[in-house]
């Protein structure tokens, strides 16, 4: 098996785990209701009104690294990128259908882009400068976008609605 074919592969693999987590995402959200995804239950601050924006903004990132365009404004970016801070006023964020369809675009703009990509992008080095100690390629940073940022979120949505007694299926 050669190198090129081994790393198709891999990449098949992550993009089959992404797709997982964000039908995962999707499920759960579609459960809650709209009102009290801004409730932040027992001091826990990143609920799902905020988590869903935060996630959409890391696929646009996503774009960036994958030699794409940043499309979500800089109001948004201000709203949930790193560094914002979540509040429990659910008047501070747009309905669960806008926030679902943001998100879910964003990741299908991220797959295309991924999938009409030169591979070289991913061996490039990272464009995020703060984020090169870690991930200094853009592959990695964007592996780490793909599993890791939804997963984490995931698991804070599941945590969430445990602590607000909601339904938690998959």
Known sequence: MTAAK???????????????????????????????????????????????????????????????????????????????????????YPGREQLLEKFNSQCQRLLAQLRSSPADVLTAENLFERARPRFPQSGQMLIHMLIAEPGYHLGQMTGWARAMNLPVTF
């Open 6 to 92: 081994n790393a198709a592969d891999a990449l098949g693999q992550v993009l089959y785990e992404y797709a997982l987590v964000t039908e995962r995402i999707n499920k759960l959200v579609g459960l809650w209701d709209d009102a009290r995804l801004a409730d932040q239950p027992h001091g826990q601050i990143n609920h799902p009104a905020w988590t869903l924006g935060h996630l959409a903004i890391v696929m646009d990132r996503g774009c960036v690294l994958a030699g794409g365009a940043q499309i979500l404004d800089e109001s948004w970016a201000k709203r949930f990128g790193q560094g914002s801070k979540p509040t429990a006023n659910r008047a501070d």
